[in-house]
């Protein structure tokens, strides 16, 4: 089945009409970083690829068991999503960024066996699903790109509205340190802008990239302790929270470590023997569930 012919889901269209979604957007730096296209390829080269692979792990260690149901929020151009629907599971998608929308949906189209149930342009902080729809959340952008701490609320009020009793929340976060880490290893910290930002990230969490540097856009970064401190406030019982890539991201020659079978299976034993400690990931993810006795 061709992906626009399951597109619609019935929880787009309520007692008969569309869901009436608030103005609710994304800042026009985040915005124009994204319409470059750039996103669609970065699992597939350098860091990426670690979290890539880590990802699909997780995934399957801690979705819940086909059948079932899985929203994608903030699923970008539909990386994960895809490769979620090979595996059999029922898929929806959302992403504020219309391009990334536009490109899941070619990307669906070109697995037509395996195609996403939905993707749909949305905001996290007003989810176009019913209350208890889903078996699990997939929460990728929404964590790191609503830089203040109520929408960051907001949003996981919102997957926990959706999610059934029981249900699996898989936040994705970046470490407050990831900045430093890296910066470190490539000289940038000599530069006293570079300095400043880092030290903003670490004391307050935001990050700002200065005007010379085009490394990411606007975005707020976790320590894993407030990432935890979120997920419960929000009403999550939080299981855990580990590490994604672990530090092989930083092996000299990258690259050609990841071509070669032996070195690239040693780099991800390495991310799964550091998982425990976040805080060596520039990627985190939290484990949560919808507690069982929440109607």
């Given amino acids: 089945m061709r992906y626009s012919e399951r597109r619609s889901a019935p929880w787009l269209s ?3 009409r569309r869901r009436k979604v ?3 957007t994304i800042a026009k730096e985040i915005a124009g970083f994204y319409d470059t296209g750039q996103e669609a390829g970065r699992l597939f080269q350098g ?3 670690i979290e890539f692979a880590r990802m699909q792990e997780l995934m399957q260690r801690y979705l819940a068991p086909l ?3 899985v929203a994608d929020v903030g699923g970008g151009p539909g990386i994960y999503a895809g490769w979620l629907a090979t595996k059999g599971y029922e898929v929806h998608l959302s992403d504020p960024v219309p391009l990334h929308v ?3 949906r070619q990307a669906s189209e070109k697995q037509p066996s395996y195609p996403l149930a939905s993707a749909e342009a949305g905001d996290a902080r007003q989810l176009a699903m019913p209350d208890s729809s889903v078996d699990a959340v997939l929460l990728h952008g929404p964590m790191y790109h609503l830089t203040e701490k109520p929408d960051r609320l907001l949003a996981l009020a919102e997957v ?4 059934r009793p029981g249900g699996v929340l898989l936040a994705v976060a970046i470490n407050s340190y990831a900045s430093t880490i890296v910066g470190v290893v490539n000289g940038w910290v000599w530069d006293p802008a570079y300095m400043e930002m880092i030290r903003e990230e670490i004391s307050t969490g935001q990050h700002r990239c200065p005007t010379d540097w085009k490394l990411f856009t606007t975005s707020f970064f976790h320590h894993p302790d407030l990432l935890k401190s979120e997920i419960e406030e929000a009403g999550f019982q939080h299981e855990l ?3 994604i890539q672990g530090p092989g991201w930083m092996a000299p020659d990258f690259e050609a470590v990841w071509k070669d079978d032996a070195r690239r299976q040693a780099i991800l034993q390495v991310a799964r023997l550091m998982e425990h400690e976040p805080a060596h990931s520039p990627h985190m993810l939290a484990v949560a569930r919808k507690p ?3 109607r």
Avoid: F, Y
Avoid at 160 to 163: K, N, S
């Fill in 22 to 24: 608030n103005e609710m």
């Fill in 67 to 69: 059948p079932a149901v």
């Fill in 102 to 104: 536009q490109q899941a």
């Fill in 241 to 243: 929270t580990l590490g």
């Fill in 47 to 49: 860091l990426g690829r």
């Fill in 14 to 16: 309520l007692h008969g």
């Fill in 292 to 294: 069982s006795s929440d």
């Fill in 160 to 163: 926990r509205r959706v999610l």
